[in-house]
């Protein structure tokens, strides 16, 4: 017996299968993505950065300074010192909210605008160095057609779920005045 959920939707969805550096391709898309991006919205238990100047979380950060959208950071509470200097790096950004929530395992990476500029990418992949060379896996949903509900749906369970719970702790808010 069937559920009664519609996955004829599925097959209209345009999406890909990423094997390799979700976060890379998180970034660069979100480079060609111009003017167009809302807001960003990352959801990674662990993040750690890299000496490389082309580390992906450096040039997320150079891409938020430059761009001024405001960005949504959900991560654990650090209990490292490569997580915490990745933490007070993002803290440097005006329009970046960081969120602590140690119940997050999920991983996402989202980026809302208008048809067809939102997009995102669900994986194994933390925003971490050390995943740069793990065998990790993702799916990039592009913001067209049935794909802009699942863009929206995953970017708002980090900002009205995630963002709102009572385990979740706002640690940095985004300055509004920045945005541009």
């Not at 890909?16 to 391709?25: D, M």
């Not at 994986?123 to 699942?150: D, Q």
Request: positive net charge.
């Amino acid at each position: 017996m069937t559920t009664g959920i519609d996955i004829s939707l599925t097959r209209s969805v345009p999406a890909a299968v990423i094997r390799s550096g979700i976060q890379r391709v998180f970034v660069n898309r979100l480079r060609r993505e111009k003017d167009h991006v809302r807001h960003v919205v990352v959801i990674s238990p662990w993040i750690t950065s890299s000496p490389d100047s082309s580390s992906p979380l450096k040039l997320l950060i150079k891409l938020i300074r430059s761009r001024s959208f405001p960005a949504y950071i959900i991560t654990r509470r650090p209990q490292n010192h490569a997580h915490t200097q990745a933490i007070e790096a993002l803290k440097t950004c005006p329009t970046v909210e960081l969120i602590y929530n140690d119940n997050v395992h999920a991983k996402i990476y989202a980026a809302t605008g208008p048809s067809p500029h939102g997009f995102a990418l669900l994986g194994s992949a933390n925003l971490t160095a050390g995943s740069l060379e793990l065998y990790e896996i993702g799916l990039l949903v592009i913001g067209v057609g049935p794909g802009s509900s699942i863009v929206e749906d995953l970017a708002n369970f980090g900002i009205r779920h995630l963002r709102t719970r009572p385990e979740s702790e706002v640690i940095k808010k985004i300055d509004f005045r920045r945005l541009r």
